[in-house]
């Protein structure tokens, strides 16, 4: 069953440049009980179409010129504040890159987990506290028991993040969104609470949004990839397909970017130049100032989103050659 749909989705910006279009016809979904990764550089658009989803664009403004964003095909754009909220509180939550800000430092982490259950399922402080160790024990955090009085800052890293995840999974929603759940993590830590995440997430059979920079990190616990360049899918495909062909060279340059255990001794490559300023996005396709397979064609005319294989799209005008190479 589709979970969520995103349509045509575009987010602009009004800045002081003149409009930023961040987010520029987006469509990607997600089934329950699927995991989509989407990856992209800072700036692709990848956060902010989370941000459109959850109706936190407010900071700075971002309007909504065009699009669809379904939840159990009911389109969010269009509902009622109050729906939508909702909406938020029980069926979809949200876990961010940096658990310290999101938490508040001067309530212990019980309290905080608590509230969900007081506020959204009316529960009494005792058997709020319950079930707030209960939790603290699911994403495995050791003593929770005793430490459920404990502040946010005296756990460690891992330990905040972990407290994040329960926290999103309090009300148990259909769909979690993370935006860079492991990054502020060491290497380590990073594959420990990604584990964690997809273990739940097969457990609840919830659907998964897990935003990232880092191809590494989903490789092992997502089904499929959308890869965001400057505001657009440029490749989306099944993960293990991506992994064994990509089929736009931005993607290949990702994967050629990351240590890979079956290619023991390669050198390790690095895309050339930066993303681009988006409120001066180049002509043609986006990448092409950083492309190594770049054609006069790449400067002036946008590659669309073409069909590349079932359910795998390349925004490339030379995917051919790319998938093939
Ligand atoms: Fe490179 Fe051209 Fe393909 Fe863009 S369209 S990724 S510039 S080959
Ligand atoms: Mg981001």
């Given at each position: 069953?589709?979970?969520l749909?995103?349509?045509d989705?575009?987010?602009?910006?009004?800045?002081?440049?003149g409009?930023?279009?961040?987010?520029?016809?987006?469509n990607?979904?997600?089934?329950a009980?699927?995991?989509?990764a989407v990856?992209?550089e800072?700036?692709?658009?990848?956060s902010?179409?989370?941000?459109a989803i959850?109706?936190?664009?407010?900071m700075?403004?971002g309007?909504?010129?065009?699009?669809e964003?379904?939840f159990q095909?009911?389109?969010?754009l269009?509902?009622?504040k109050?729906?939508?909220?909702?909406l938020r509180g029980?069926?979809i939550?949200?876990?961010?890159?940096?658990?310290?800000?999101?938490l508040?430092p001067?309530?212990s982490?019980?309290y905080?987990?608590?509230?969900?259950?007081r506020?959204?399922?009316g529960?009494?402080?005792?058997?709020?506290r319950?079930?707030?160790?209960?939790?603290?024990?699911?994403v495995?955090?050791p003593?929770?028991?005793?430490?459920?009085?404990?502040?946010?800052?005296?756990?460690?890293?891992?330990?905040?993040?972990?407290?994040?995840?329960?926290?999103?999974?309090a009300?148990?929603p259909d769909?979690?969104i993370a935006?860079?759940?492991?990054?502020a993590?060491d290497?380590?830590?990073?594959?420990?609470?990604?584990?964690l995440l997809?273990d739940?997430?097969r457990?609840f059979n919830?659907?998964?949004?897990l935003?990232?920079h880092?191809?590494?990190v989903?490789?092992?616990?997502?089904d499929?990839i959308?890869?965001m360049y400057?505001g657009?899918?440029?490749?989306?495909?099944?993960v293990k397909?991506?992994?064994?062909?990509p089929?736009?060279?931005y993607?290949?340059?990702?994967?050629?970017s990351?240590?890979?255990l079956?290619?023991?001794?390669?050198?390790?490559?690095?895309i050339?130049?930066l993303p681009?300023?988006m409120?001066?996005v180049?002509?043609?396709?986006?990448?092409?100032?950083?492309c190594?397979?770049a054609q006069?064609?790449?400067?002036s005319?946008l590659?669309?989103l073409a069909e590349v294989g079932?359910g795998?799209?390349?925004a490339?005008?030379?995917?051919?050659?790319t998938?093939?190479?």
């Open positions: 069953m589709t979970l749909e995103v349509r989705l575009h987010v602009d910006f009004h800045t002081r440049d409009i930023v279009k961040a987010v520029n016809g987006v990607y979904s997600v089934d009980g699927e995991t989509l990856l992209g800072s700036g692709s658009g990848k902010v179409t989370a941000q959850m109706g936190i664009l407010d700075p403004p309007r909504i010129p065009k699009g964003i379904l095909g009911e389109d969010m269009t509902m009622s109050e729906q939508r909220r909702k029980a069926k939550a949200m876990i961010f890159q940096d658990a310290l800000s999101s508040n001067v309530l982490v019980g905080q987990l608590g509230e969900m259950f506020v959204h399922q529960l009494s402080r005792k058997e709020a319950a079930k707030s160790i209960e939790l603290m024990d699911r495995n955090i003593a929770a028991k005793d430490r459920v009085r404990d502040y946010p800052h005296q756990f460690s890293g891992g330990m905040r993040q972990r407290i994040m995840i329960a926290m999103a999974l009300l148990e769909l979690i935006d860079e759940p492991t990054t993590l290497v380590t830590v990073q594959a420990q609470v990604m584990e997809a739940l997430q457990e919830m659907g998964l949004i935003i990232t880092d191809l590494g989903v490789a092992d616990v997502a499929k959308a890869v400057a657009r899918i440029v490749e989306t495909a099944p397909e991506l992994y064994k062909a089929a736009h060279p993607t290949r340059g990702l994967l050629d990351i240590p890979r079956d290619q023991k001794g390669r050198e390790l490559y690095a050339q130049g681009p300023n409120s001066r180049p002509e043609g396709c986006a990448f092409h100032p950083r190594p397979a006069d064609i790449c400067r005319e590659p669309p079932a795998r799209g390349s490339c005008h030379f995917w051919k050659e998938l093939g190479d």
